[in-house]
């Protein structure tokens, strides 16, 4: 029988260089500290510097106000104004990325250090990234990034007295606190219904800007995963409805919770589980891996050599599941090289589109990324222009129902469509059914994963919608000319093989499972009782139990 395998999160090399980067990181915030602030001119001429720059270049604005409803471009004026009161650094950084977060993108905000880090260290020919990351350095890009990013934070041990996840479209309450329950009888199982006095899908909504809310294309609503509002201090009043249809109606305040809180995230198990853990269930019948972070390619030699052991052991089992939920992305080489490229019986290509903006910004970007295929030994990625005046010849209708309108505008150059193909290594063949389980966690180059072996037939995708914006581009920074604040956003719009836009449609399983609310506030209890979860339990998961029936063949 295969043996469990496990491997660390992150390697030796990356918790030193870690390590490394926050002691330099330290050193030179006693010396920026005392810099001067910016002047109200040099905060506005940052605003409307970047404001230019997104206006004509970020791919998304024109999709986020016919899906979203929301017109970010309206709204510069109050942008404007915001700047131009805002008193200090700490309140100019908060303006940017409350603009940002408005966008309400995954991949647009400030830009965190380590990833300013790895722009630093990329390769001579990424030379539009190099450019802007030299106009500033690694203690501003810190500087800046914490204070735009405090007011997201809760202090430490605050909390909520209770815990709500989004679950078949409602917030499932699935941890309280004693005392609450004592006081004002709310128990998990209850469902949120209104929160100062709006229906509780409204109140989310109208949190756009304060963190990134993710988009439901069944229900096409704004969401939170965790029912976590930005943190204020100012009480909330609450509306609960159980069961039995009644309603529990009680004003809250944010309060110290002594205990460490677990959502109930699945694989279970997970919160024990390093970035690859592999096993067999069903009695060793299917083969089972899960990838907590499609981890730098150049840092992935170990975990390489631990899937490869894993890959060989199981290559005669009927079925292998690879699960890749609360995997938000990394890189795209280490799906296609650690675990395609090995399992493959014959090449296997997937087709992904992007679509550009017109902008001049963003030209140097789109012609680095895609002047010339990519053609090695492992993997190719074939690129072709279509141009939008023969869209209507090539697509099908319903692809044509699916494109984004905004595409057909002067405001987006001809898409490119991309053919990736990886080819076998032979090392590992695997002959049987493959599954890949996803969820609304699954995002950037895990999405990419997803739509691969979706539209490739690869694998079969089980699990609920992904969290979208796939894309096989680098994400494109932008350095203010005042500050030396670094922002990040996504260089195209990526779309699926049907023209549907990833950010939108995200990636559709072939088989939609939700999770069961019972087994959610069961699992929580479990989690909160301490039983421990050797390896992943069908028990409490209705994905993974479905997909476990498809794999055994219990069901057509």
Same mark, same amino acid.
């Given at each position: 029988?295969?043996?469990?395998?496990?491997?660390?999160?992150?390697?030796?090399?990356? =918790?030193?260089?870690?390590?490394? +980067?926050?002691?330099?990181?330290?050193?030179?915030?006693?010396?920026?500290?005392?810099?001067?602030?910016?002047?109200?001119?040099?905060?506005?001429?940052?605003?409307?510097?970047?404001?230019?720059?997104?206006?004509?270049?970020?791919?998304?604005?024109?999709?986020?106000?016919?899906?979203?409803?929301?017109?970010?471009?309206?709204?510069?004026?109050?942008?404007?104004? $915001?700047?131009?009161?805002?008193?200090?650094?700490?309140?100019? #950084?908060?303006?940017?990325?409350?603009?940002?977060?408005?966008?309400? !993108?995954?991949?647009?905000?400030?830009?965190?250090?380590?990833?300013?880090? !790895?722009?630093?260290?990329?390769?001579?020919?990424?030379?539009?990234?190099?450019?802007?990351?030299?106009?500033?350095?690694?203690?501003?890009?810190?500087?800046?990034?914490?204070?735009?990013?405090?007011?997201?934070?809760?202090?430490?041990?605050?909390?909520?007295?209770?815990?709500?996840?989004?679950?078949? %479209?409602?917030?499932?309450?699935?941890?309280?606190?004693?005392?609450?329950?004592?006081?004002?009888?709310?128990?998990?199982?209850?469902? /949120?219904?209104?929160? !100062?006095?709006?229906?509780?899908?409204?109140? @989310?909504?109208?949190?756009?800007?304060?963190?990134?809310?993710?988009?439901?294309?069944?229900?096409?609503?704004?969401?939170?995963?965790?029912?976590?509002?930005?943190?204020?201090?100012?009480?909330?009043?609450? @509306?609960?409805?159980?069961?039995?249809?009644?309603? @529990?109606? @009680?004003?809250?305040?944010?309060?110290? &919770?002594?205990?460490?809180?677990?959502?109930?995230?699945?694989?279970?198990?997970?919160?024990?589980?390093?970035?690859?853990?592999?096993?067999?269930?069903?009695?060793?019948?299917? %083969?089972?891996?899960?990838?907590?972070?499609?981890?730098?390619?150049?840092?992935?030699?170990?975990?390489?050599?631990?899937?490869?052991?894993?890959?060989?052991?199981?290559?005669?089992?009927?079925? *292998?599941?690879?699960?890749?939920?609360? !995997?938000?992305?990394?890189?795209?080489?280490?799906?296609?090289?650690?675990?395609?490229?090995?399992? $493959?019986?014959?090449?296997?290509?997937?087709?992904?589109?992007? #679509?550009?903006?017109?902008?001049?910004?963003?030209?140097?970007?789109?012609?680095?990324?895609?002047?010339?295929?990519?053609?090695?030994?492992?993997?190719?990625?074939?690129?072709?222009?279509?141009?939008?005046?023969?869209?209507?010849?090539?697509?099908?209708?319903?692809?044509?129902?699916? +494109?984004?309108?905004?595409?057909?505008?002067?405001?987006?150059?001809?898409?490119?469509?991309?053919?990736?193909?990886?080819?076998?290594?032979?090392?590992?063949?695997?002959?049987?059914? /493959?599954? *890949?389980? &996803?969820?609304?966690? =699954?995002?950037? $180059? $895990?999405?990419?994963?997803?739509?691969?072996?979706?539209?490739?037939?690869?694998?079969?995708?089980?699990?609920?919608?992904?969290?979208?914006?796939?894309?096989?581009?680098?994400?494109?920074?932008?350095?203010?000319?005042?500050?030396?604040?670094?922002?990040?956003?996504?260089?195209?719009?990526?779309?699926?093989?049907?023209?549907?836009?990833?950010?939108?449609?995200?990636?559709?399983?072939?088989?939609?499972?939700?999770?069961?609310?019972?087994? /959610? =506030?069961?699992? #929580?209890?479990? /989690?909160?009782?301490?039983?421990?979860?050797?390896?992943?339990?069908?028990?409490?998961?209705? =994905?993974?139990?479905?997909?476990?029936?498809?794999?055994?063949?219990?069901?057509?």
């Amino acid at each position: 029988m295969p043996s469990k395998q496990k491997t660390d999160r992150k390697s030796d090399l990356h =918790v030193y260089l870690l390590a490394l +980067l926050g002691m330099v990181i330290g050193i030179a915030l006693i010396f920026t500290s005392c810099a001067p602030e910016l002047t109200v001119e040099q905060r506005l001429a940052d605003f409307e510097y970047l404001f230019a720059v997104l206006r004509e270049n970020h791919p998304y604005l024109a999709l986020k106000a016919r899906v979203e409803n929301y017109d970010w471009l309206a709204h510069e004026k109050e942008f404007e104004n $915001a700047v131009r009161k805002s008193g200090s650094e700490a309140a100019f #950084a908060r303006c940017i990325q409350e603009m940002l977060l408005l966008i309400n !993108n995954g991949h647009t905000s400030v830009m965190d250090p380590l990833t300013f880090r !790895n722009v630093q260290s990329a390769p001579k020919e990424m030379s539009p990234w190099i450019y802007q990351a030299i106009k500033t350095d690694i203690e501003t890009v810190y500087h800046w990034y914490q204070l735009a990013t405090k007011e997201q934070r809760y202090p430490q041990n605050i909390s909520l007295p209770f815990r709500a996840r989004y679950v078949e %479209g409602e917030y499932i309450v699935y941890w309280t606190s004693d005392e609450l329950t004592a006081r004002s009888k709310v128990f998990p199982g209850q469902i /949120i219904r209104t929160v !100062n006095a709006k229906p509780v899908h409204e109140y @989310v909504e109208s949190l756009r800007g304060k963190t990134w809310l993710r988009y439901d294309p069944l229900r096409e609503r704004l969401f939170m995963l965790e029912f976590m509002p930005p943190y204020r201090g100012r009480p909330l009043h609450i @509306v609960f409805e159980d069961e039995l249809k009644t309603f @529990v109606d @009680v004003i809250l305040s944010f309060t110290e &919770v002594p205990q460490q809180i677990q959502p109930p995230v699945f694989p279970t198990g997970v919160w024990d589980m390093p970035n690859v853990y592999t096993t067999t269930l069903a009695d060793g019948q299917v %083969g089972y891996v899960h990838i907590a972070q499609m981890t730098g390619y150049s840092l992935s030699g170990y975990e390489k050599e631990l899937l490869l052991s894993f890959f060989s052991e199981i290559k005669g089992l009927p079925a *292998l599941i690879i699960d890749i939920r609360n !995997n938000t992305g990394g890189s795209n080489l280490y799906w296609m090289l650690n675990i395609v490229r090995p399992l $493959a019986t014959q090449p296997i290509t997937g087709i992904n589109i992007s #679509a550009y903006r017109s902008g001049t910004y963003i030209m140097p970007f789109l012609f680095t990324e895609q002047s010339s295929d990519t053609i090695t030994d492992e993997y190719t990625i074939e690129r072709t222009v279509i141009p939008k005046s023969e869209l209507k010849s090539v697509l099908t209708p319903t692809q044509m129902k699916n +494109l984004p309108p905004e595409i057909l505008t002067p405001d987006f150059v001809d898409p490119i469509m991309c053919r990736t193909t990886v080819y076998p290594s032979l090392e590992c063949p695997f002959n049987g059914k /493959i599954f *890949l389980l &996803v969820d609304y966690e =699954v995002f950037s $180059a $895990a999405d990419c994963f997803a739509q691969f072996c979706k539209y490739s037939g690869w694998a079969q995708v089980v699990g609920q919608h992904t969290a979208g914006d796939a894309s096989y581009s680098n994400i494109v920074l932008v350095t203010l000319p005042n500050s030396g604040m670094v922002v990040k956003f996504p260089p195209d719009m990526g779309l699926n093989p049907d023209f549907s836009a990833s950010e939108e449609m995200h990636t559709a399983p072939d088989v939609i499972v939700e999770q069961d609310p019972k087994m /959610i =506030v069961e699992y #929580a209890q479990a /989690i909160k009782n301490g039983e421990k979860f050797p390896e992943p339990d069908p028990k409490y998961d209705a =994905v993974l139990a479905k997909c476990l029936e498809l794999a055994l063949g219990e069901e057509p």
